[in-house]
């Protein structure tokens, strides 16, 4: 079965920096869009970056994109999320998630995240890694 395990986070002061880490397993890796996801209370989870793992294809939200990266190493089905420059606002909770893409070569630019974004129900979910900047 799908099993998408996360380490990392923490806590830190703004301009600081912090990493995710997110293993996957039960699937074949590259055949997937691999994307991070936050979430605070009350609000619903928004997407944060995405990547396509057949080509490494990457796609950012506004809000993040010039200070977070994303990465991967298919080697290892791992994805990654460095976070700098970070900012009070950016404290969540942060989800690893995946989705098989079936459109093959056209799983790249935008389409892994804005898929994930509107098709919620099938993306596969980490546990979940909090993340707390302080001003």
């Known amino acids: 079965q799908v099993q998408l395990v996360e380490s990392g986070g923490g806590s830190v002061q703004a301009g600081g920096s912090l990493s995710l880490s997110c293993v996957a397993s039960g699937f074949t890796y590259t055949d997937n869009c691999m994307g991070w996801f936050r979430q605070t209370p009350g609000k619903e989870r928004e997407a944060v970056a995405t990547i396509f793992a057949g080509d490494g294809s990457t796609f950012y939200a506004d809000f993040v994109r010039g200070r977070f990266t994303i990465s991967q190493d298919k080697a290892k089905n791992t994805v990654y999320l460095q976070m700098d420059s970070l900012k009070p606002e950016d404290t969540a909770v942060y989800y690893c998630?995946?989705?098989?893409?079936?459109?093959?070569?056209?799983?790249?630019?935008?389409?892994?995240?804005?898929?994930?974004?509107?098709?919620?129900?099938?993306?596969?979910w980490g546990q979940g890694s909090q993340v707390t900047v302080s001003p």
């Open positions: 998630a995946t989705q098989r893409c079936w459109v093959g070569e056209h799983c790249r630019d935008n389409y892994c995240f804005t898929r994930m974004s509107v098709s919620r129900s099938q993306n596969y």
